[in-house]
């Protein structure tokens, strides 16, 4: 392992920054008491005349990324939590989110919970801890509280909920399909070909999704002259 410099508090092979003030330049640097005895690194002697950005390609210098974040407040990253990657619903959305992420200058962080709330939290968590710029959920569809949703969001990370949605969250960006609709326009193209025993399956009510479907498909039974038939109404948390 390397020594550490008693300066900067970092590996002394890390010393690119300092070869190339070396290069071009004379300044000094040194370590100042500032108010409550707080140090500051004071640099001194710097000329801004010299093309930096030049002179650190012409030797190679690689940014260190948690720097620039912590300059820029950004870390050009966005998270994503799915339930699972393996409908190809979800590895479709990912490839879409990632290569638009990239296009615009964006790296993107893939993790699933497999519909486990705890792992979902966890997730949520971490993603937060790296200093992420936005959270893309699709959230589980076992959970119940929605505090740790709405704690991040309060912290002003921005969180887009993307087709499991919910109205007990806060301030998130939402997308979904347009379930109702859909659900609406299929079961009256099965009540017009001349079905009449339709039976409805869906996942737990406690997303805005299946709620939807059930209003699609209660309304198109509701208009027709078909009888709506409790029996045949099957709700399942194991559904989407």
């Not at 260190?64 to 799915?82: C, E, P, R």
């Not at 076992?142 to 969180?159: A, C, H, L, Q």
């Not at 999704?209 to 109404?233: E, H, P, R, T, W």
């Amino acid at each position: 392992m390397s020594d550490i410099d008693p300066l900067t508090g970092l590996p002394k092979d890390l010393g690119t920054i300092e070869n190339i003030s070396k290069e071009k330049q004379s300044i000094r640097i040194r370590v100042d008491r500032r108010r409550f005895g707080k140090a500051m690194t004071v640099i001194e002697g710097f000329d801004s005349s010299v093309d930096v950005k030049a002179l650190a390609k012409e030797l190679d210098f690689i940014p260190n990324d948690i720097a620039v974040s912590l300059k820029t407040k950004s870390s050009k990253t966005i998270g994503v939590i799915f339930p699972s990657i393996v409908h190809w619903f979800f590895s479709g959305l990912f490839e879409q989110i990632k290569n638009e992420a990239l296009k615009n200058g964006y790296l993107t962080i893939l993790l699933t919970s497999n519909d486990n709330v705890q792992t979902e939290n966890s997730h949520l968590n971490y993603l937060v801890k790296r200093s992420i710029d936005g959270i893309i959920l699709s959230m589980s569809d076992n959970r119940r509280d929605f505090n740790e949703i709405n704690k991040i969001r309060d912290s002003g990370v921005p969180v887009l909920e993307l087709d499991k949605t919910s109205k007990l969250t806060k301030n998130c960006s939402k997308v979904s399909v347009n379930d109702k609709e859909s659900v609406f326009d299929a079961t009256n193209r099965l009540i017009d070909s001349g079905k009449n025993k339709i039976a409805f399956f869906s996942g737990s009510l406690n997303r805005q999704n299946a709620v939807d479907k059930f209003i699609g498909y209660k309304m198109a039974i509701d208009q027709s002259s078909v009888k709506f038939d409790q029996s045949l109404d099957r709700k399942s948390t194991r559904l989407n």
